[in-house]
């Protein structure tokens, strides 16, 4: 099994959607989808050549199989001259398709942590959207950490900790571990304000949290 994904955003925030599947995925290529129109209602305005072949770029740089979408058009015709396009951007794109190597890691400096067990914290994603935006202006290589990666903190410079709220013991242990080990945390917000079980800390084990990710 692999995970897949069809995205309306910024190149940053696909960016970085991109480096969360690759994190969370039992299997990879993981699979980055676009459309080929601007929205699925309005199915006849097509976006400009260059953005599609920039998220074709931003699918392979990530080590990602890409696929267009086109929608049906109601009349039940199929816009030729669109698949022509496609497909000469795919064709010239082909020098670039054997260094898609599914076991190669991203070699990044730095690591944004994002707790997946909390997909109802808005402010995590927008944050890590935030985030992402200003290393890729810094011109500053990342990835996306979850705990499945607490093993391989190491790997990473900094890890930024952006609001995360919900930290179980495993993970505060694992960057605990990350810190001892000369690692760097950049942490803000609300970080650790909730255990496991989305339960809020108390005081006192808030501070025991945070005291103990010193850096």
Known sequence: DYLAVDLYLQPWEEAFICKLLRALSNTQPVEFMVSSCVDLEEHTTRKPLERL?????LALAHQCAFTFIDA??????????LYDKMNGILTKMGPYFPAVQPDWK???DVGI???IDNLTDQR???LAYKVSHALIQANISFDAVTARQQDSLSDYKVIILSD????DDAEVEALRQYTANGGKLYISG?????DGFGNRRSGD???????????
Do not use: C
């Open 53 to 57: 072949s920039m998220q074709s770029k």
């Open 72 to 81: 049906i058009d109601p009349a039940g015709t199929v816009n030729r001259p």
């Open 106 to 108: 991203l070699k990044a």
């Open 113 to 115: 942590w994002y707790n």
């Open 124 to 126: 995590q994603l927008e």
């Open 164 to 167: 995360v709220e919900m930290l």
């Open 190 to 194: 609300g970080t650790g304000t909730l």
């Open 205 to 215: 084990a808030l501070k025991s949290v945070i005291s103990g990710l010193a850096f």
